[in-house]
């Protein structure tokens, strides 16, 4: 596993992502939905990319699938996957790679399935543009073989029914299984779990991280809830305004963060785990605005420990500060933010 | 899904009838005498009150009504009145099941104008129909697809102005230029296949047709595109593309199947109402279909002509209610009647 340090430069890794930038032109000014986004991904990692809405973690990941081909948006930067800029392919090539080395998991399976075919044949379809001259037979095997491994009972019936008459969670898995029938080297999930029970939600991470030892496949989860990603990722990203804020191993985000931020993403969440506060204390203010964000740090303006007098908080835009491999984009020295963690937010005052 | 139809049918036939008797009151309701219209010029009061009773015209409207219904299922004869049969046997019409009535105006039994009538009507319609379909679906996916450009611009600005304008100006204009000025298409006068053969009857229909599917083009035009744009907002179109499917393949399997459906609802239903004819394209090109037919026997208060036209249009147009339901089973997996 390598550690999250971005670097500029080429990369061995298996998807290279540099100085990312994508903006959308509105009738109110351009959005820059993601503002220099850099991180590596090698074969067989998890990712969790986790932030609040329109932190710009979606736009990365139809970014690299090349999603925002054919409309306004305008991407700038290198999405290096297996040593070729995505961003510089032709349009055909781009396409042959969809779904066969870069696959999609979806927020809401029901309607990110189309209700007028049966989920055979569309896993059917997704295996057959990429694998042309195969037969009919050994098609329909492999995707009933395919839905057997995501846990759907009686694949053989169910393949040829439609998405209504699945449930929530067997629409997930056999959205999986849709992502999954190729064998690709990347998946994105996409908030795969949000629109789903919580009983279930575990289930579905369980199975994702089952399928991803079968194939070693490098998974990108993106998600609101570090709770999901907490188990599953080996590194995490944390995104705020269109940039990372922070990053690091799992266990350095969930457990010794050091971005007011995460602290706030993780004070924000209910734990079981943690002595009962007497509420959650959500993070205040909005998510800032991506036509003209806020100046110097883009969180300062909802931060409770801003210094704009001693450090700049409002003016100096922070680079990243890396510590024991554990960047943080944040201007309030790192020894401070470590006791601040540990005075503060590790054992909060009740 | 059976019991289904055989329901829709039944609660079809019953709207049907009491379509007839709405018909009927407000035809019996009317200040006119419709005995009067069917006595020309050298009336008498005994020649009147003979004719209203041979049409039936003296019963309550009720019994008139009944005795129409009657008449569907079993036949009937005329004249109604039994006297007035005895007395003058040689006037006496048979009229057999389905009797839609008979016309003193026309001295026909409804049925066969109505027979004669529906091809000239159904043509037109069925001709326009495809027509439009193929233009208007066409042209819609089009200019959803270049959805801003001076190509959608173009599209949907240019068929405004074929539904902005009324049909008769249409239709006279390009009556007028196309077919006597220019002379770039015969003038058109209906020829049936039986008495022309299809050429004939192709060239007699086309400008009419043209003229009613303008006028419908334009509705199409912008539901399509309006469909077309919907889907194409859809989560599942963001899924075939993430697939690798090409863009033809994410067109034509993706979004044509979500985006038609809907469309073939208004179709079937725009397709039922115009099979019962169309009253001023019919006018416009001197077509003798329903649409003017129903028109001449509202003005000379042919009552049983006018009942006949408008269960005949009615039958249509729930038929197409009907099938169109249906339909929506057939396209949409996720509809189920029970």
């Known amino acids: 596993m390598s550690t999250w340090v971005p670097t500029e430069g080429t990369s061995d890794a298996l998807l290279s992502v540099r100085d990312l930038k994508v903006t959308f032109p509105t009738e109110d000014g351009l959005v820059k939905a993601v503002n220099g986004l850099t991180f590596d991904l090698n074969a067989g990692e998890t990712l969790g990319i986790v932030g609040e809405s329109g932190s710009g973690k979606s736009v990365t990941s139809q970014a690299i699938m090349g999603l925002h081909r054919g409309t306004r948006a305008k991407v700038e930067g290198s999405i290096d996957f297996d040593g070729k800029n995505l961003l510089k392919l032709e349009d055909e090539e781009l396409r042959v790679m969809r779904g066969r080395d870069i696959a999609m998991i979806f927020q809401d399976p029901l309607s990110a399935l189309h209700p007028y075919y049966t989920v055979g044949n569309q896993i059917i379809e997704a295996y057959k543009v990429h694998h042309g001259s195969a037969s009919k037979a050994a098609v329909r095997a492999h995707v009933i073989d395919m839905l057997e491994r995501v846990g759907i009972p009686n694949p053989q019936k169910r393949i040829d029914q439609y998405p209504h008459e699945f449930s ?29 029970d919580v009983t279930v939600q575990a289930q579905i991470l369980d199975l994702l991280i089952d399928l991803q030892k ?40 969930f457990y010794s963060p050091e971005h007011p931020y995460t602290w706030g993403l993780l004070q924000s969440m209910p734990r079981i785990d943690r002595e009962r506060l007497d509420r959650l204390r959500p993070i205040p203010g909005n998510p800032p605005s991506l036509i003209s964000p806020p100046s110097g740090c883009a969180f300062h303006t909802r931060c409770a420990y801003r210094d704009d007098e001693n450090l700049g908080c409002s003016t100096i835009v922070p680079e990243f500060d890396v510590q024991d491999w554990h960047p943080v984009r944040c201007l309030i020295p790192a020894p401070k933010r470590k006791a601040i963690f540990d005075t503060e937010i590790r054992t909060p005052s009740s | 899904m059976f019991a289904y139809i055989v329901r829709r049918v039944a609660a079809g036939m019953v709207m049907i009838l009491a379509m007839s008797l709405v018909t009927m009151l407000l035809f019996f309701a009317s200040p006119a005498d419709p005995a009067r219209y069917t006595c020309g010029k050298n009336c008498t009061p005994q020649l009147l009150e003979q004719n209203r009773k041979a049409l039936g015209y003296d019963q309550p409207v009720l019994s008139y009504w009944v005795d129409f219904t009657k008449g569907i299922f ?103 230029f196309l077919a006597l000025k220019w002379g770039i298409v015969p003038v058109p006068a209906y020829t049936s296949i039986a008495d022309g053969g299809v050429g004939l009857w192709l060239q007699g229909l086309f400008l009419p047709a043209l003229t009613l599917a303008l006028v419908y083009i334009a509705g199409y035009i912008r539901l399509t595109r309006a469909f077309v744009l919907e889907v194409k907002g859809e989560d599942y179109l963001r899924t075939a593309q993430a697939k690798g499917l090409t863009s033809g393949r994410i067109l034509f399997k993706h979004t044509l199947r979500g985006a038609l459906t809907p469309i073939a609802t208004v179709a079937g239903l725009d397709l039922g109402g115009l099979l019962g004819g169309t009253i001023i394209t019919e006018q416009v090109f001197n077509y003798d279909g329903l649409g003017r037919t129903a028109v001449m026997a509202a003005t000379t208060y042919d009552l049983p002509v006018t009942v006949g036209i408008v269960l005949v249009a009615a039958t249509f ?5 009907i099938v169109v339901d249906v339909l929506y089973a057939v396209i949409d997996p996720r509809v189920k009647y029970s």
Not at chain 1, 225 to 246: C, F, P, Q, T
Request: aromatic share 6%.
């Open chain 1, 168 to 196: 929530g969670g067997m629409r997930q898995r056999a959205m999986i299984a849709m992502a999954l029938v190729n064998s690709p080297r990347l998946v994105i999930a996409d908030e795969p779990t949000t629109a789903l």
């Open chain 1, 214 to 253: 079968d194939i070693n496949a490098a998974i990108i989860i993106i998600t609101h809830d570090l709770g999901v990603v907490a188990e599953m990722a080996d590194k995490i990203m944390v995104m705020y305004g269109g940039k990372a804020v922070e990053g690091g191993t799992a266990d350095q985000t």
């Open chain 2, 74 to 176: 079993v036949g009937s004869e005329f004249p109604k009145d039994p006297a007035l049969k005895k007395s003058a046997p040689e006037t006496i019409a048979d009229c057999p099941a389905p009797c839609l009535g008979y016309s003193p105006q026309s001295s026909r039994p409804v049925r066969d104008i109505i027979v004669e009538k529906l091809p000239v009507s159904a043509s037109l319609a069925i001709a326009a129909f495809i027509m439009w379909m193929i233009a208007g679906v066409g042209l819609g996916i089009v200019a959803a697809l270049r959805k801003g450009s001076i190509v959608d611009r173009a599209i949907v600005g240019s068929a405004l102005v074929f539904y902005a304008f009324p049909t008769f100006f249409i239709g006279l204009g390009l009556y007028v």
């Open chain 2, 317 to 321: 147009v729930i038929t197409a209610n």
